[in-house]
């Protein structure tokens, strides 16, 4: 619930303003002077002051000024009789958030509280949003606050400090290659290489001489010995990117390197043992490939000895946020312009659509947004969307899938889709939405502000 302390010397005025705002569902303090104010905020925390201006002891605007140092997220609102709005508009100036003129207009009164309660729910939000960023919500530059980024994260600390093979799967653009990465550098090897390959950018006789390596000869144009990424890796990581592209004779020299640790060169007779830790990674769906015969059976089993599915991104919402937050920092300071802010149109398109380019969609989608908004606000019309936009309500969660929300979380969730519908329906009209759900006016602007609508 919302405090509010309120500070007046008109006794009469101050006991009707502490009746009203409390019948309104307010936790509401009265007092009436500004020192007894100062107790008040030392004791407990107030989201909003209301403040006379003119008073005896110490004047609206120098306990407000005294405030700033004790309650810096507590909103001010000052009243003042008409004749003193000069005075009212100067404290304006020094960050009083409105001010309001006596005898008090209760429908603005009111107005102005929940105008002032938002904002401050927004930038409590920003805060507490930068803190997660900095701290659990991101691991080697892999942010995610959702059950099952979550729990990848602990099952990349885990993995690390084992030798077993990594197979990690998932749409295009989910992060395979970063979770690759983490893997590596919070193992023990760390400060082996990291060698990565592309199985699918090379066709198969070069594939092979570059994993392998070959000795001089070996083919035409083969004039000097090379060694193979199998090697470069010696006592550090390998990592095989789309290894659902590999053809079969690759296939059966892969699985030979894995069971024996040995490899040959090509054209060469000599077997070099190589100590490699082997992660791979894939978008494609390997057991119909094994369906088709198409992926070796024996492969994939000693491919997939810990297996690491990426979620995509449509499937955890809850990321989309945080996401947006370090791309946009990430784009503004490799721009140098000011990080811009989003607006809650474009976070909403953005928690709307389905990104079937998953991460790197997004990455790029704001990426753009950056530079074609040039720092100011980023409104929908700078935010490219590849596909069309999905349907209201598209991104439903599977609800009885226990993905670590609360059974509250999932109530909130239908709720926030039931208002977002009727106020599509209502073509954005707050009245008109509430009409559509049989509920009060002020119940639908409280859960407007609630989820963000
Ligand atoms: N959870 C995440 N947090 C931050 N950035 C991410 C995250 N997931 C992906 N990215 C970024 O998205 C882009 C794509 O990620 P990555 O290359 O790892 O995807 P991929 O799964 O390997 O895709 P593909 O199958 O197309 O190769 C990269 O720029 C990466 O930094
Ligand atoms: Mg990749």
């Known amino acids: 619930m919302s405090k509010i302390l309120i500070v007046e010397d008109d006794r009469n005025t101050l006991s009707g303003l502490v009746e009203i705002l409390g019948e309104e569902g307010y936790e509401v303090e009265g007092v009436e ?7 008040s905020l030392q004791k407990e925390t107030f989201d909003i002051l209301l403040t006379d201006l003119r008073m005896p002891d110490m004047n609206g605007m120098q306990l407000f000024e005294r405030s700033l140092t004790i309650a810096p997220e507590m909103k001010t609102i000052v009243m003042t009789a008409y004749s003193s709005v000069k005075d009212a508009v100067e404290a304006m100036k020094k960050g009083v958030y409105e001010y309001l003129t006596k005898p008090l207009d209760l429908d603005e009164l009111f107005v102005i509280i929940e105008k002032a309660l938002g904002e401050q729910e927004l930038q409590r939000e920003n805060v507490e949003l930068r803190k997660q960023v900095k701290s659990t919500y991101s691991f080697q530059n892999i942010i995610g606050k959702s059950a099952p980024m979550q729990q990848i994260f602990s099952t990349i600390v885990k993995v690390a400090k084992t030798q077993s093979t990594v197979l990690i799967r998932g749409e295009s653009g989910t992060g395979k290659e970063l979770v690759a990465r983490a893997i590596h550098y919070n193992s023990p090897r760390s400060n082996k290489p990291l060698v990565e390959i592309s199985c699918a950018s090379f066709p198969e006789s070069l594939l092979e001489s570059e994993l392998f390596g070959y000795e001089k000869g070996a083919f035409t144009g083969a004039d000097s010995r090379k060694k193979g990424r199998f090697e470069l890796a010696n006592e550090g990581t390998i990592f095989l990117d789309e290894i659902g592209d590999i053809t079969e004779s690759v296939q059966t020299k892969l699985l030979r390197v894995l069971q024996e640790r040995q490899i040959t060169r090509l054209g060469g007779t000599e077997t070099i043992d190589v100590d490699v830790r082997v992660i791979t990674a894939t978008n494609r769906d390997l057991e119909q490939a094994m369906d088709e015969r198409k992926f070796r059976d024996d492969l994939f089993y000693r491919l997939n000895v810990i297996p690491i599915t990426l979620p995509p991104l449509r499937e955890r919402i809850e990321d989309i946020p945080l996401l947006i ?10 721009n140098k312009i000011p990080t811009p802010s989003l607006s809650a149109e474009a976070l909403e398109v953005c928690m709307n659509y389905s990104w079937p380019g998953n991460v790197r969609e997004l990455e790029n989608a704001i990426e753009s947004a950056i530079v074609l908004g040039e720092g100011s606000t980023i409104l929908p019309e700078h935010i490219p969307l590849g596909g069309r936009r999905k349907a209201l309500g598209a991104n439903k969660v599977d609800f009885l899938k226990n993905s670590g929300e609360t059974f509250k979380d999932k109530i909130e969730a239908v709720e926030r889709l039931i208002l977002q519908d009727a106020i599509e329906q209502a073509s954005g009209n707050k009245s008109e939405a509430a009409k ?7 119940t639908m602007r409280y859960k407007i502000k609630k989820y963000g609508l």
């Open 33 to 39: 002077t500004s020192k007894k104010a100062l107790k």
């Open 436 to 442: 559509v759900l049989d509920i009060s006016l002020r």
């Open 325 to 334: 937050e370090h791309f946009m920092k990430k784009y503004s300071v490799q």
